[in-house]
Each structure stands twice: as C-alpha cells, then as structure tokens.
C-alpha cells in the first residue's frame, strides 16, 4: 500500500500566504470589501499590484 502524503493536494490555484494583520483592521478590511463586493484577499492583491506599479 502507498503512503498516505501529507497536506493539502494541489488545486492549481495561486498558494497560500500568511501575513500578520491587526484584528480592527483585518474587520474593518472585511467589512468594507464586503460593501464592495469583493473579499478581502482581492484587496490585498489589489494593494500589492498598485503598490509594484509605483515608480520609486
């Protein structure tokens, strides 16, 4: 019998990331992209490209 492997199978999706965000703005972040929409990791990847883009 094979062994068994660990952790999650691929999905083909972009992995994990784990940031440390304060609980306020974490809900406040959730709260207003709910408003909006969206969810709060598309923000985030929102934040970053905007934030790549900038000119030094």
Do not use: F, H
Not at 8 to 19: C, D, E, L, S, Y
Not at 20 to 44: F, I, L, M, N, T
Request: with cysteine; aromatic share 4%; charged share 50%.
């Amino acid at each position: 019998m094979a062994e068994k492997k660990r952790g999650r199978p691929a999905t083909g999706k972009t992995p994990n990331r784990t940031v440390r965000v304060p609980d306020e703005v974490w809900r406040e972040a959730q709260e207003k992209a709910e408003r909006e929409g969206k969810d709060v990791s598309e923000v985030v990847r929102d934040c970053l490209r905007r934030y790549i883009a900038r000119k030094k």
